[in-house]
C-alpha cells in the first residue's frame, strides 16, 4: 500500500495549466477521519478516530492541528497486559501538489501524547502478589509523525503515516505504609496508521 501510494503521488501532475484555480485548497476546512492503527509489537490493532483543523499558510503549505483517539490493548509480556487508550494533540506541516481533482501531499509535525492504562484484573492482582504495586500509569510524551496522503476533488482523502511515541510505564510499589517506590520502564505506543476522511472547507 504505501509503494502503491508513494508512485501514485509522484505520477501526480507537477504543474497545473492555472496554480491558482486548479491547484489549491480551501483556506480553512475541518477534516474528520476514521481509520486504523496497526500492531506494533506492544499494542494490538485497533481504532482510531480523528478531526483536524486545517489552514492554507501559503500555497502549497497547509498547516494542520487536531485531536485523535485511538484504542489498543497491550499484550507484550515485557508489560502488564491491559487496556491503553491514547489521546494525542498534533500539529503538523504538509506540502501539497496536484490538481483539484486529485492532490498528493506529504509532511509531519509534532504530537502530544496522553494515555490511560487500564490493566486486567489479572495482571494487577499478579503485580501486586509479587512486587506489592498498588498502581500502574504511563507518563504523558511528546513525540512526531510522518504523514503521506491523496485527496478526491478536495472531499475525501486516504493518509497513511507513521507514529513515533515513547512513554515511560510506570509501576509504583508499596515500600512501607507512607511511602511508594517507583519503577520506570520505556513503552512504545506509538505505529502505523491507515485512514480515510471526510473534509468540510469552511
Given at each position: 500500500?504505501?509503494?502503491l501510494l508513494t508512485a501514485i503521488w509522484?505520477?501526480?501532475?507537477?504543474?497545473?495549466?492555472?496554480?491558482?484555480e486548479q491547484?489549491?485548497?480551501?483556506?480553512?476546512s475541518v477534516h474528520f477521519s476514521v481509520g486504523a492503527i496497526g500492531p506494533n509489537g506492544v499494542l494490538t490493532a485497533g481504532p482510531e478516530?480523528?478531526?483536524?483543523?486545517?489552514?492554507?499558510a501559503v500555497h502549497p503549505i497547509l498547516i494542520r492541528g487536531g485531536i485523535d483517539y485511538s484504542y489498543g490493548?497491550?499484550?507484550?509480556?515485557r508489560y502488564p497486559a491491559g487496556n491503553l487508550h491514547t489521546g494525542l494533540a498534533t500539529l503538523?506541516?504538509?506540502?501539497?501538489?496536484?490538481?483539484?481533482?486529485l492532490i498528493g501531499y506529504v509532511g509531519g509535525g509534532v504530537v502530544?501524547?496522553?494515555q490511560f492504562f487500564s490493566p486486567r484484573q489479572a495482571a494487577s492482582d499478579s503485580l501486586w502478589a509479587k512486587e506489592a504495586v498498588a498502581d500502574v500509569r504511563l507518563t504523558d510524551q511528546v513525540g512526531y509523525r510522518f504523514t503521506l496522503g491523496l485527496r478526491y476533488r478536495q472531499l475525501y482523502s486516504l493518509e497513511i503515516g507513521v507514529t513515533e511515541l515513547y512513554p515511560d510505564f510506570?509501576?509504583?510499589?508499596?515500600?512501607?505504609?507512607?511511602?511508594?517506590?517507583?519503577?520506570?520502564?520505556?513503552?512504545?505506543?506509538?505505529?502505523?496508521?491507515?485512514?480515510?476522511?471526510?473534509i468540510i472547507p469552511l
Open positions: 500500500m504505501y509503494s509522484l505520477c501526480l501532475p507537477a504543474a497545473p495549466l492555472n496554480p491558482v491547484d489549491t485548497l480551501s483556506d480553512f478516530f480523528a478531526v483536524h483543523y486545517e489552514m492554507l490493548e497491550v499484550t507484550s509480556l503538523e506541516v504538509l506540502y501539497y501538489k496536484g490538481t483539484n481533482g502530544y501524547g496522553k510506570i509501576k509504583e510499589s508499596l515500600a512501607t505504609s507512607n511511602q511508594t517506590i517507583s519503577k520506570y520502564k520505556q513503552i512504545k505506543t506509538g505505529g502505523f496508521r491507515l485512514t480515510l476522511g471526510y
